[in-house]
């Protein structure tokens, strides 16, 4: 598929029908592609780098989100989606890996320098002169270019950069469209936005919905802070296609209302980036009885899914736990030991994804402290990721390094330990994941305090970390629980002996 080309036609084959939707702010496809030919026209008159570097897109759920990423798209660059929940520092951290370069603003960014930054409002898109649309595909995105690039947490303290080529995203959709439900659908399917842009899930949902003509709902991030209000948004929501994390999914269970009464038109459920628990499943197919509920599995630098399976009633009753799916068309699962063989069915490996939706690479690492991806016809990306294959289904055993996921959130312990020892006050510390029932459900932060603070006090350094930390993390990343220990137990080869410390109290 060429996605530009499948959205241009939706616009021009029913150019009323909602292609957004998020609170009371609607967009048409007609005004989705009239605005966003009309800023690309903007950027191709007023670009000086011919280069096409990639072009910054900040802010949360708004039409202008959606105008800006089409843009881009259609003046040849390469998008890097920013959400405004994001602190001052880590999008710092974000705009310095990228060139200086123009930074679209749909809200407020709290960080600009360097950029070119453009004001993205109605005013500004309204007096935008109209693009003639009839010779325009030659500037588009390149196949073989980037077409966005999402920045994940990495382990080094700094987030690195994935780079997914409009192939890559294109193979994805030839894909994803398939299981969407849209074939001989009459209506336009409504699907569900949970996670923001900047992660790779909503790509899941986004470009799926603009590939099947479709519309996007989404949940900002007050109303999925509060149950009364996203209750009520779901109800009015008409979603036929769910897609969010499992925790996402975990949370609305919590309430009796989740079930088919409140959505009657919700006939698909797709889950990603986290372990779904059978548990979960039973009772997303008890409270709504005409679903399916698919539970796929991807990381990032490989265009947000590769294998899927349709979780029955069956596979949701059993004991064992839930495979993650067979391989996608063009994508090949190999699982190898450490020496790099590749093992037989039902022996647990490193998980290897082979095919065309591995992304070229992190961008601007021209060295990566571990070589992650491999090169060759097609790219292999060496997931990290333990797991086994069985019948021609891909199970998933957990990480075989310091990446976890919290509430469906991607993180690197170290990540986060790298931004504790920037606080002055710190000397070492370590974070570990507490778990509850096998999943983590909080993480608990050891700290080792320099003299001047362990004067003033455990409670005084708790209130100080979280401060410091607020400023360099994104909220979902700052621990739960500090503990200051005077120093941090180690193993016999020096390291951090973190398995003594997630025992310590779990
Ligand atoms: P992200 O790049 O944020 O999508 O995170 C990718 C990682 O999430 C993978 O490498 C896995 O560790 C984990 N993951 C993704 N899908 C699943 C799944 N269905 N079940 C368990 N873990 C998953």
């Not at 967009?27 to 780098?49: C, F, N, P, R, V």
Request: aromatic share 10%; net charge negative.
């Amino acid at each position: 598929m060429e996605i530009l080309k499948v959205i241009k036609n939706t616009a021009e084959r029913f150019p009323d029908r909602n292609a957004f939707r998020c609170g009371d702010q609607l967009m048409t496809y007609g005004k989705l592609w009239e605005l966003s030919g009309a800023l690309a026209g903007w950027i191709l008159e007023h670009e000086d780098d011919l280069s096409k570097p990639p072009i910054a897109v900040y802010g949360h759920k708004s039409p202008g989100m959606l105008i800006c990423f089409l843009a881009c798209a259609r003046s040849g660059h390469a998008y890097c989606p920013i959400d405004s929940s994001l602190p001052a520092n880590r999008i710092e951290a974000i705009l310095s890996a990228l060139p200086r370069t123009w930074l679209l603003e749909t809200e407020d960014c709290p960080v600009e320098e360097k950029m070119r930054v453009i004001t993205i409002t109605d005013d500004f898109l309204n007096a935008l002169p109209p693009r003639s649309t009839a010779d325009e595909e030659g500037q588009w995105v390149r196949k073989e270019d980037n077409y966005y690039m999402i920045f994940t947490s990495g382990s080094t303290g700094v987030p690195k950069g994935v780079q997914i080529t409009r192939s890559n995203l294109e193979h994805f959709l030839d894909w994803s469209t398939g299981f969407a439900g849209a074939e001989g659908s009459e209506e336009p399917r409504v699907f569900l936005n949970q996670a923001p842009f900047s992660f790779d899930l909503s790509v899941m949902d986004l470009y799926t919905s603009l590939a099947c003509g479709g519309t996007l709902f989404c949940l900002d991030r007050t109303v999925q802070a509060d149950y009364r209000k996203l209750m009520e948004s779901l109800s009015s929501s008409n979603v036929n296609v769910w897609v969010s994390t499992p925790s996402f999914a975990e949370m609305c269970l919590a309430d009796p209302a989740f079930r088919e009464e409140l959505m009657p038109k919700l006939d698909t459920f797709w889950f990603c980036g986290e372990t779904l628990g059978n548990k979960t499943a039973r009772k997303l197919l008890k409270n709504f009885p005409k679903a399916v509920v698919y539970n796929t599995y991807g990381p990032t630098e490989s265009t947000v899914a590769v294998t899927s399976v349709q979780v029955t009633a069956e596979l949701a009753a059993a004991d064992a736990p839930l495979p993650v799916g067979a391989p996608k068309p063009g994508t090949r699962i190999e699982i190898r030991d450490e020496t790099g063989s590749v093992l037989p069915d039902g022996k647990e490996g490193e998980i290897i994804i082979f095919g065309d939706t591995v992304s070229p690479g992190y961008y601007g690492q021209t060295q990566p402290i571990r070589s992650a991806f491999l090169d060759g016809e097609p790219r292999g990306y060496q997931t990290g990721d333990k797991g086994y294959m069985m019948d021609g289904l891909l199970y998933f055993c957990g990480r075989m390094d310091d990446q976890i996921k919290l509430h469906g959130y991607r993180i690197e312990l170290g990540d986060i330990e790298r931004n504790i020892i920037k606080l002055p006050f710190v000397s070492s510390a370590a974070v570990v994941p507490r778990r509850r029932g096998g999943k983590i459900t909080s993480l608990a932060a050891y700290v080792v305090l320099g003299n001047c603070m362990k004067e003033r006090g455990e409670d005084e350094a708790r209130k100080e970390i979280r401060h410091g930390l607020a400023a360099l993390l994104p909220e979902y990343m700052i621990p739960k629980f500090f503990f200051f220990p005077d120093e941090l137990p180690r193993t016999a080869n020096g390291k951090v002996d973190r398995r003594r410390l997630a025992g310590g109290d779990q």
